[in-house]
């Protein structure tokens, strides 16, 4: 069974541009997270869907984010504009059940120059 | 505001002695922790959890023991061995199904 994939898996910008990232869970899994990891600091939650519906996106610093779930599959989060602070770690994560154990995909290195 | 905190941001121990990581956490509503241990250029991957009902969960080499008194919880690796090499990251949950994480320890279990 394949794991949850990420792409890309790095990923330079300048600031002010615009960059996607996309996530794809683990087969039959309904629920996915995206979290991030700024400069070594804690993971954060950022939102969290059940299939293509946002569950809660309380941790969404701001509406330079968006999340998307199209059709409860994959799901994309851009950015745009990026911004210098935009930089970390972004994993994506999925689960069965929304009290089940996640599973991580590797993440995506955001670096905004 | 961080509700779950790792003060150690670094440990290194001994091949064969056991290693004690250390997670405190600020909510009182959180009533299930987690260990997550994660290795370079991969994401995070569960290692063991307990419930707030108990207070001590054992799996293998892992035991991680919850004071709820206290809002402590550590995770007890004997014994260590070089795989064990890692950030190992505590995180908590509440009645939403997100995880609040601390910042993580870096673990060296040396030769």
């Known amino acids: 069974e394949a794991g949850v994939t990420q792409f890309p898996s790095h990923s330079v910008i300048e600031k002010g541009q615009t960059v996607t990232l996309r996530c794809d869970p683990i087969s039959g899994h309904d629920n996915l997270y995206w979290y991030r990891r700024v400069m070594g600091k804690e993971i954060k939650f950022l939102l969290h869907f059940v299939k293509e519906s946002k569950q809660d996106e309380s941790g969404m610093p701001n509406n330079r984010f968006l999340a998307e779930r199209t059709g409860g599959t994959y799901s994309t989060l851009k950015v745009q504009p990026a911004e210098l602070e935009d930089s970390g770690v972004y994993f994506c994560a999925s689960s069965r059940g929304a009290n089940e154990k996640l599973f991580f995909g590797s993440g995506t290195q955001l670096s905004v120059l | 505001d961080q509700q779950v905190k790792q003060n150690s941001p670094s440990l290194s121990v001994q091949e064969g002695r056991i290693s004690i990581l ?6 009182s509503m959180f009533d299930y922790f987690l ?4 290795y370079p250029a991969e994401g995070p991957t ?8 108990k207070d001590k969960n054992e799996d293998g ?5 919850l004071n709820k008194s206290a809002k402590h919880l550590s995770l007890h690796i004997v014994p260590s061995q070089p795989g064990d090499s890692a950030v190992y990251f ?3 949950t509440g009645t939403a ?3 609040t994480f601390g910042t993580g320890t870096r673990l060296q279990v040396t030769l």
Not at chain 2, 22 to 27: E, G, I, L, S, V
Not at chain 2, 35 to 38: A, L, N, S, T, V
Request: aromatic share 20%; net charge positive; glycine share 0%.
């Open chain 2, 22 to 27: 250390n997670c405190d956490y600020t909510n």
């Open chain 2, 35 to 38: 260990w997550y241990k994660k």
């Open chain 2, 90 to 92: 505590c995180a908590s």
């Open chain 2, 61 to 65: 080499r892992f035991t991680v023991f």
């Open chain 2, 46 to 53: 569960f290692l063991i959890s307990i419930s707030s009902i």
């Open chain 2, 97 to 99: 199904s997100k995880l």
